[in-house]
């Protein structure tokens, strides 16, 4: 039990941290958002290259933090229910439903996201607009933020596997 927690501490460590960093970013967006309201608004003169980077910046964000979110319970869910059962019983819930709907999704878009990233690395893919940055290291983020999620998926089942063994929370 003591390997399962010790992975367990490491799988939340690791996601914990790369959460906390990745939510810096949004600060990196919110200058955009206000460098570009400025550049619009008070000097008259619209760049081409902000738009598609706060999209870019905004996606990075969204997808680096969902480990980190699943951590902390920051997920949608809808306890009426759920919060009523014994601590067994949610933790049978919980594992069905990580193996029933979870597992599934997150694998899927975890190795699309692969196919799709090498594909993108292998053309060098730039966006079609006017800016045309490169996409591929944006779109390496989708099997990198799927992967910590899968990991983070991992932790949470070994939590709820030493929820029913051991009957305690870790």
């Known amino acids: 039990m003591n390997g399962i927690k010790k992975v367990i501490h490491i799988i939340d460590t690791v996601n914990d941290w790369i959460g906390k960093i990745g ?9 955009l958002v206000v460098f570009e309201v400025i550049s619009r608004r008070v000097l008259n003169s619209p760049t081409i290259w902000t738009y598609e980077t706060i999209t870019m910046v905004y996606g990075f964000h969204f997808m680096i933090v969902a480990a980190y979110a699943l951590l902390h319970k920051s997920m949608v869910s809808v306890d009426i229910i759920y919060e009523k059962f014994p601590l067994k019983t949610r933790a049978w819930l919980d594992l069905c439903t990580y193996v029933l709907f979870f ?12 196919d799709y990233a090498a594909k993108s690395w292998a053309i060098k893919e730039t966006s079609s607009s006017l800016f045309s940055p490169p996409v591929y290291p944006l ?20 939590k709820r596997i030493v929820i029913l063994v051991k009957g305690e929370t870790v």
């Open 23 to 31: 939510a810096w970013s949004v600060l990196v967006l919110t200058f």
């Open 103 to 114: 597992f599934p999704f997150v694998v899927g878009i975890f190795w699309i996201g692969m």
């Open 139 to 158: 779109k390496t983020v989708i099997p990198v933020a799927f992967g910590l999620l899968l990991l983070q998926g991992i932790s949470e089942v070994l």
